[in-house]
């Protein structure tokens, strides 16, 4: 062989050509294993997640049924009737009502998972079971249909001396039992039982389609590893303890087992699949694989045998393959290219977002500063969604400015730079000193306006600038101009503490280097009626909003009448202003007229005094605003006109409700249930319940109609839910009422 190997090239050839063709598939080998191993690790994850998803919603659902079970047991009613004993005569009438109590409790839960429920009170030795007392040997046909006997129940599930509520196994389901008493000693009042729905725990845990099987099981088992509950024959109970599984995924006899704790309830849920159909996806990628390979094995054994009776250039023919299996060498530098790129964009990004932060924080006191906010609701969402502001007891709104030459064209390069450092010292001091209680924004190049959250006087926080004032001035040599605004109590009135803040800072010199607004600072002739104040006033008449308007209107009558100096030329100014926002009223009332010629009375009247004229101002606004929020009531007076016509037309609908209506209305079943409340007085549910059982009392009437007949008509889904309905509505039953 040796001697044919040296003197045969094609032998040669062919040798080095499958060599070169097995050490790849070799590697590929490798790592079709590490890639299955990947697949099936993920594949095991997934059976996990899926178990867990379902073990999620079983877990919320017990939570639920403990929780309204705890409410239950603390009832008044049911505690109250539980105290009766044998020999106790006196108990219809509180029957009758824990009867109605219990009724009505458990009418409204919605938990899937809860099936059958009873209460058993230990005094009368009575079960009160669908709305009807028993006596324990008449409701042992019960106990018998869910393969218990009653001594086998009263020993278990009644005992009289267990405190500790929990879930126990009971034949084809699981019960959870809240033994209950007011003594902490003693034995118990009664036992409150829920059993679980074991069509619904199948329903949850169904993994049929999942595994395109049925031959799998579920076992769960308490937090003392005992049975409680078990589905399907794809493994024992005692096959799984012996196991050992302690959570996750193992493989156990052909089977693959995925156990999941809940660190809630304590359960162990385990989930047995045979391992064929657990790992099918597994499989068929193996087998896809394992063909591939093969395919790959054969082709390239043939290409080896063409080349090696060829005498081929093999370098060039491995790069070949190299680059059948994906990109070429070239290509690589493209590779790293394409990393970088994403690398960069990601960096971009992320500087891009920082940005915009500061864009946000800018914006957001910008629009304080300008007053651009309808409301103060407004600016606290804003402000708490952004994380810039919290709301304080007080506001202090305070304007600095450096050096004094505000001819910004004689300002160099160099000025700007020493402005921007001293500014950064001012900020820094300002933070040191009140720590996130302050907020900074820039007016121009040499002007920054602080807006401080505080629970001091003007005069505290003036002593205290005055000390971060000297501290610049000591250090840096710098002189600094501080105006401090008047306390503001509302943040939708920062703008008025900014511009205040602004116009003390304009008359601060020399000698008042700090100085506090004051009205004097102000042309006391001048009107004050900025829009702003124009614009709330006309959104408070159009949502009817009395207080608020009352104190819009007290702010101008301070500002113009009270800080200000009063003269007729400014009233007449401040009337005129009135009437141009009244005229946005002017079609929405007849008379317009009339409260134009009354305000003008009292402009002409007033001497010395404008309290008559503001007072009139005020009954107007009242009026216009009370008109309006009428208006508005009468429209959704006629919108819940058309709803009531609607639900006489279609309460036969079974799927009739609020989402139904708010759809076809357009409206959203919150502001549908406000509305509908507020205009007629009761819940929609009470009101088309209502109407239903009246019509169904028409129907009762016709003696060839059954009562299923008729809660079909009437829409309900089940002869049950209508005579309840018509129980709790005309307190009796259809029966009685026909009769």
């Not at 030459?405 to 950064?424: A, G, K, M, P």
């Amino acid at each position: 062989m040796k001697t044919s190997y040296k003197k045969n090239f094609i032998i040669q050839f062919l040798i080095s050509y499958i060599l070169i063709l097995t050490i790849p598939l070799l590697i590929l080998s490798y790592g079709f294993q590490r890639a299955f191993e990947i697949v099936e690790k993920d594949i095991e994850n997934s059976h996990i997640s899926v178990l867990q998803n379902s073990v999620n919603i079983i877990e919320s659902q017990l939570e639920e049924i403990q929780s309204l079970a705890l409410q239950m047991s603390q009832n008044a009613r049911i505690q109250e009737f539980a105290q009766f004993q044998k020999e106790d005569k006196q108990y219809v009438m509180p029957a009758l009502k824990v009867i109605d109590e219990y009724y009505n409790m458990m009418h409204y839960q919605s938990i899937d998972l809860l099936g059958d429920h009873y209460l058993y009170f230990q005094g009368k030795d009575l079960i009160l079971y669908q709305s009807t007392l028993y006596r324990p040997e008449i409701f042992e046909k019960y106990l018998n249909a869910w393969g218990s006997s009653l001594d086998g129940w009263k020993s278990k599930t009644v005992d009289p001396v267990r405190r500790i509520p929990g879930f126990q196994k009971s034949h084809d389901t699981i019960e959870y039992v809240m033994p209950f008493s007011q003594s902490l000693t003693g034995e118990n009042q009664g036992v409150l039982v829920f059993r679980l729905k074991s069509a619904e725990l199948k329903k949850i845990l169904d993994f049929s389609r999942i595994y395109n099987a049925d031959n799998y099981s579920i076992i769960i088992c308490d937090r003392n590893n005992d049975l409680i509950w078990s589905f399907g024959d794809a493994i024992q109970y005692e096959d799984l303890n012996e196991t050992a599984i302690n959570g996750g995924y193992l493989k156990h006899n052909g089977t693959s087992i995925i156990q999941i704790s809940s660190p809630k309830s304590g359960w162990n849920y385990s989930l047995a699949v045979p391992e064929k159909q657990a790992l099918i996806k597994l499989s068929e990628l193996k087998n896809f694989e394992f063909l591939l390979a093969g395919i790959t094995l054969a082709v390239g054994i043939l290409i080896s045998l063409y080349l090696a009776f060829r005498k081929g250039k093999p370098i060039n023919e491995t790069i070949k393959i190299m680059s059948a299996f994906g990109k070429g060498p070239e290509k690589y530098s493209a590779l790293g290219e394409v990393v970088t790129g994403i690398l960069k964009d990601h960096q971009d990004l992320m500087e891009e977002a920082e940005q915009d932060k500061e864009s946000v924080k800018k914006a957001f006191f910008h629009d304080l500063i300008k007053a651009e906010f309808a409301s103060e609701q407004q600016i606290l969402a804003k402000a708490q969604r952004e994380g810039l502001l919290a709301e304080g007891t007080a506001y202090l709104v305070i304007s600095f400015g450096i050096f004094q030459n505000d001819d910004f064209s004689q300002t160099d390069e160099q000025t700007l730079n020493e402005v921007r450092i001293i500014s950064h010292l001012i900020q820094k001091q300002l933070v040191s000193r009140y720590g996130d209680k302050i907020w900074f924004y820039k007016w121009d190049y040499r002007d920054m306006v602080a807006i401080l959250a505080t629970l001091k006087t003007a005069e505290e926080e003036r002593a205290e600038i005055g000390r971060i004032r000297e501290n610049i001035l000591r250090e840096y040599r710098v002189e600094t101009n501080w105006g401090i605004s008047s306390v503001c109590d509302h943040l939708f009135y920062l703008w008025k503490a900014a511009e205040e803040s602004r116009t003390a800072l304009k008359h601060t010199d020399g000698e008042n280097c700090i100085l506090e607004y004051s009205i004097d600072l102000e042309n006391k002739n001048q009107l004050y009626f900025p829009d702003i104040i124009s614009d709330r006033l006309l959104t408070c008449i159009k949502t009817g909003n009395l207080v608020e308007i009352d104190e819009i209107i007290r702010f101008l009558e301070k500002e113009n009448f009270e800080k200000r100096r009063w003269n007729r030329p400014v009233l007449i100014k401040f009337n005129r202003k009135v009437l141009e926002l009244m005229s946005e009223f002017s079609g929405e009332n007849d008379n317009a007229n009339d409260w134009v010629l009354w305000l003008n009375e009292a402009v002409i009247t007033s001497e010395g005094n404008v309290a008559e004229y503001f007072n009139r101002l005020r009954k107007i606004c009242h009026q216009t605003g009370a008109g309006m929020a009428e208006k508005k009531n009468r429209q959704r007076k006629n919108m819940i006109d058309n709803i009531i016509l609607y639900l006489h037309e279609n309460y036969m609908d079974s799927g009739m409700g609020l989402a139904k209506i708010g759809a076809v209305f357009r409206i959203s079943e919150g502001y549908l249930s406000s509305v509908f409340k507020e205009q007629t007085g009761t819940n929609f549910a009470d009101y088309l319940e209502k109407i239903r059982i009246d019509q169904a009392c028409e129907l009762l009437k016709n003696e060839k109609m059954t009562i299923n007949e008729i809660a079909q008509k009437v829409g309900y889904n089940s002869v049950q839910s209508f005579r309840r309905a018509f129980k709790r509505v005309k307190n009796m039953s259809p029966k009685e009422a026909r009769n």
